[in-house]
């Protein structure tokens, strides 16, 4: 299984991108994804996951409200809605997917290197 982000740019305060995660080699059907950032000098963190079973999402609370994780139709792409994006949103986003984990516990992992796959990620920039 591959994974590659898309969408990522440059965005004033106040505005909205949406993020893609596209897997080749197999679907993400059995697959609890994530969304994680990295800002520089700060440790990778969870932003939202969705189950893999019945589409179960969690959040981080810096985000709820202004992010949205959902799964595509094709069954092989997970998207991240970012809106009212913030300077503090800036960071390197990456995909995840570990196999039938539980959303919450995936977002909060600590040992984010026990997860099955990562994308390349994809650079956020909100500046004015």
């Known amino acids: 299984l591959q994974l590659v982000e898309s969408g990522g740019g440059l965005v004033q305060p106040g505005g909205s991108l949406r993020l893609s995660c596209v897997a080749s080699?197999?679907?993400?059907?059995?697959?609890?994804v994530g969304w994680f950032r990295q800002a520089p000098g700060k440790e990778r963190e969870g932003v939202s996951c969705i189950d893999s079973s019945d589409g179960t999402t969690y959040s981080a609370d810096s985000v709820k409200g202004r992010f949205t994780i959902s799964r595509g139709n094709s069954k092989d792409s997970v998207y991240l809605q970012m809106n009212n994006l913030k300077p503090e949103d800036t960071a390197v986003y990456y995909c995840?997917?570990?196999?039938?984990?539980?959303?919450?516990?995936?977002?909060?992992?600590?040992?984010?290197?026990?997860?099955?796959?990562w994308g390349q990620g994809t650079q956020v920039t909100v500046s004015s």
């Open positions: 995840a997917a570990h196999f039938r984990a539980a959303a919450e516990n995936m977002c909060l992992i600590s040992s984010m290197n026990l997860l099955d796959y």
């Open positions: 080699g197999s679907t993400l059907d059995d697959y609890t």
